[in-house]
Antibody, heavy 120, light 110 residues
Framework: QVQLVQSGVEVKKPGAAVRVSCKAS????????ISWVRQAPGQGLEWMGW????????NYAQKFQGRVTMTTDTSTNTVYMELRSLRSDDTAVYFC?????????????WGQGSLVTVSS | QSALTQPASVSGSPGQSITISCTGT?????????VSWYQQHPGKAPQLVIY???KRPSGLSNRFSGSKSGNTASLTISGLQAEDEADYYC??????????FGGGTKLTVL
């Protein structure tokens, strides 16, 4: 079965960077893209961007351009999301999610989420 | 890109039907039939319940249905059950090859 297992809780200071990992299993890793979606406490979902493990192509939301980098490691079936210059309003649960078979604009499988807290 | 507009809350009694609206613009919902809906229970990851406006993932209850008219998409849940109580989010593909979510709707089953 398809599984996405994410890294654990992170606590960072303002201005620092965080890297969250998402290890995929149960399907051909390079056949489906991965999106990153975040959710601030008590708030809604926010799409951050997408990466293709097949060729490394990325598509970042304009809001995060220049501050986020998504990468893949096909040897370990893992996708990484790095967010830099952290601010307090980056405190959120960060989810990775795999494309549905219909296309990258729907996410059929989700990781369990990784809590990132930004605090001085 | 602004978030899609959803009502903050809706409610219904068991067995009834409810509809959640999702209003966008002519840059997203209005021109693309690429609206998805997600159900999220507290403390859990979202789950896809509708994709491409009207399609249900394999194995999902046919009590969930989707539609679209102009700039507004809708999710209807019929035969409401206690386990349907959750937050629901719409999401649309938007011009510029981006995705935009709605603010979310809390469904209460009375």
């Amino acid at each position: 079965q398809v599984q996405l297992v994410q890294s654990g809780v992170e606590v960072k200071k303002p201005g620092a960077a965080v890297r969250v990992s998402c290890k995929a299993s149960g399907y051909t890793f390079t056949s489906y893209g991965i999106s990153w979606v975040r959710q601030a406490p008590g708030q809604g979902l926010e799409w951050m961007g997408w990466i293709s493990p097949y060729n490394g192509d990325t598509n970042y939301a304009q809001k995060f351009q220049g501050r986020v980098t998504m990468t893949t490691d096909t040897s370990t079936n893992t996708v990484y999301m790095e967010l830099r210059s952290l601010r307090s309003d980056d405190t959120a649960v960060y989810f990775c999610a795999r494309d549905d078979s219909s296309g990258w604009y729907s996410q059929a499988y989700w990781g369990q989420g990784s809590l990132v807290t930004v605090s001085s | 890109q602004s978030a899609l507009t959803q009502p903050a809350s809706v409610s219904g009694s068991p067995g009834q039907s409810i509809t959640i609206s999702c209003t966008g613009t002519s840059s997203d919902v209005g021109i693309y039939s690429l609206v998805s809906w997600y159900q999220q229970h507290p403390g859990k990851a979202p789950q896809l319940v509708i994709y491409e406006v009207t399609k249900r993932p394999s194995g999902l209850s046919n009590r969930f249905s989707g539609s679209k008219s102009g700039n507004t998409a809708s999710l209807t849940i019929s035969g409401l059950q206690a386990e349907d109580e959750a937050d629901y989010y719409c999401c649309s593909y938007a011009r510029g090859s981006t995705l935009v979510f709605g603010g979310g709707t809390k469904l209460t089953v009375l």
